[in-house]
C-alpha cells in the first residue's frame, strides 16, 4: 500500500514538471512586444520621418543588442550589447539610420568615424537578448532607408601650431592656434584638450572668422586659461580632439598631439612691498638708489631681460636709450617719479644672469620660488619742474599688467637740491 502510494506521488511530480516545462512555469518571454515603426525612414533631417520608433519589453535583466544587416551580409551595430534591468514598461529607442562608425572599401580619410549613416536600401534588423543564465531570445524585421543624407561632416586639414606650448605669459610660445575645415554644416561642432587623467579641457573658437557650425574654415586661439586668470593644464603630452557632429548624429573626429611645458600663472611680489632707498634729499649730478628682494611666488620660471641690476641711469634717458625695448612677457623693476614723460622709464631686470637667473633657450628666467636682489641707481642731472617730489618702485609684467600690489610700490619723498 505505502509503496503504490509512493508511485503514484511520483507519478504526480513528473506530471507537473512535464507541465511546468511545458508551460515555461508560466514565465513570461524574455523579449515580447517588439515593434519598429514605421517601417521605412528617410534620414535627411527635413523633420518628415527622419526616425523609426523602436520599443520592446524586458521580461528579465539580460544583455540586449540591435543591429542591422545589409543585402549583402555586412552587420551593422546600432546599439552594442549592454545589461538592461527588468522594467515595468516598454524600452523605447528611436533610430534614424547612424550606427557605429564604419569605412567603405578604398576610402581614406583625415578623420575618424565614430558614427555614421547608412546607405539608401533594405536592412535586417535584429534585436537579440542574452540573460547571465544563458536563455536567449532573437526578434528580427525589415527597415527601408530612403533619401539619406550620407555626407559626412568631415575635419580636414586639422592642424595644431606649435607642438610644444608653454602658456606662462613669458611672451614665447604663450598661444596655440588651432586651424580646421568643415565640410558642411554641422549641429555641433567643439575642440578641446584631453590628458592621460581624461579631463577634457574646452577650446573656445574665434567666431569672427566663420559663422558658428558652418561649413568652411574655423580658428581657435588657446592660453590655456591664462588670460582669464586661471591656471592652466599641467606639463604633459596632450591630445587635441576636434569633433563635428551633423543634425542626424553623424560625428567624425580629428586628432593631433600637444606638449605643455613650463605651465603655470606667474605670480611675482617685490617682497613685503619694501623698498629701501639712498636718499631722501640729493644734490644734483649725485644718484638715488634702491635695493629691493624679487620673490616668484608661482610655480613657472619668469622670464626678464636687462639692463641689469647694478646699471645706473641717468634721469635724462630711459631704457630704450640704453638700447633695451618693451619685450612682452618679460617681468623688469622699474622706478618712476611724480614729473616722468612716460611710464617707469628706469627699468633692470629681475636678478642677474648665471647667479639668480637661469638660462632657458636664449632667455633668462627667475626659478619658481626663488628670490633674488636687484639694485639700481638713477643720476639726477636736472631739477624736476615739482621740486620736492615722490620716486617710486614698480614690478612690470611688461604688455600683461602691472598688478596692483606692485605699482607704485613703498614710494620715497625727495628732495633735490642745486649747488
Not at 139 to 157: E, F, K, M, V, W
Not at 235 to 241: K, L, R, S
Request: glycine share 8%; charged share 20%.
Amino acid at each position: 500500500m505505502k509503496i503504490a502510494q509512493r508511485t503514484w506521488t511520483h507519478l504526480v511530480w513528473v506530471a507537473l514538471l512535464a507541465l511546468c516545462i511545458l508551460s515555461a512555469c508560466g514565465q513570461k518571454p524574455l523579449l515580447q512586444d517588439v515593434s519598429v515603426a514605421p517601417d521605412t525612414i528617410t534620414p535627411d533631417a527635413d523633420g518628415q520621418t527622419d526616425l523609426t520608433r523602436i520599443t520592446f519589453t524586458l521580461n528579465r535583466t539580460a544583455i540586449v543588442s540591435i543591429t542591422l544587416t545589409d543585402a549583402g551580409g555586412q552587420a551593422y551595430t546600432f546599439r552594442a550589447p549592454r545589461r538592461l534591468s527588468l522594467n515595468d514598461q516598454p524600452y523605447t529607442v528611436y533610430f534614424g539610420g547612424v550606427v557605429d562608425g564604419f569605412t567603405l572599401p578604398g576610402e581614406a580619410n583625415e578623420f575618424i568615424i565614430a558614427k555614421r549613416m547608412l546607405a539608401d536600401g533594405v536592412y535586417t534588423w535584429e534585436i537579440r537578448a542574452e540573460t547571465e543564465a544563458g536563455e536567449s531570445a532573437v526578434a528580427t524585421g525589415t527597415l527601408t532607408i530612403q533619401n539619406a543624407d550620407t555626407s559626412l561632416p568631415g575635419i580636414r586639414s586639422f592642424a595644431v601650431s606649435p607642438k610644444t606650448f608653454s602658456p606662462n605669459q613669458d611672451g614665447i610660445d604663450d598661444r596655440v592656434r588651432i586651424n580646421l575645415t568643415l565640410d558642411k554644416d554641422v549641429e555641433d561642432l567643439r575642440v578641446y584638450l584631453q590628458g592621460p587623467d581624461g579631463t577634457p579641457h574646452a577650446i573656445p573658437e574665434d567666431e569672427q572668422v566663420t559663422q558658428l557650425n558652418a561649413k568652411g574654415w574655423h580658428t581657435y586661439d588657446y592660453d590655456g586659461g591664462i588670460d582669464a586668470g586661471a591656471e592652466p593644464p599641467p606639463d604633459g603630452v596632450y591630445t587635441v580632439f576636434a569633433e563635428a557632429q551633423d543634425k542626424m548624429g553623424q560625428r567624425v573626429t580629428a586628432r593631433e598631439t600637444l606638449e605643455i611645458v613650463n605651465a603655470g600663472l606667474p605670480r611675482a611680489y617685490i617682497l613685503n612691498g619694501e623698498v629701501k632707498y639712498s636718499a631722501t634729499s640729493i644734490v644734483i649730478s649725485e644718484t638715488l638708489c634702491f635695493t629691493l628682494t624679487v620673490e616668484n611666488d608661482s610655480t613657472t620660471p619668469l622670464r626678464t631681460t636687462g639692463p641689469w641690476p647694478g646699471v645706473t641711469y641717468r634721469s635724462d634717458q630711459n631704457f630704450n636709450t640704453l638700447g633695451y625695448s618693451e619685450e612682452s612677457g618679460v617681468f623688469r623693476v622699474a622706478m618712476d617719479f611724480d614729473t616722468s614723460l612716460r611710464n617707469y622709464p628706469f627699468r633692470w631686470g629681475i636678478g642677474q644672469p648665471g647667479v639668480d637667473l637661469v638660462q632657458i633657450g636664449e632667455n633668462w628666467y627667475l626659478p619658481p620660488s626663488a628670490r633674488s636682489l636687484v639694485t639700481g641707481c638713477v643720476q639726477i642731472v636736472e631739477v624736476p619742474v615739482r621740486n620736492p617730489l615722490y620716486y617710486w618702485t614698480g614690478l612690470i609684467h611688461e604688455d600683461v599688467a602691472i598688478a596692483a600690489v606692485n605699482n607704485r610700490v613703498d614710494p620715497n619723498f625727495v628732495t633735490i637740491w642745486e649747488p
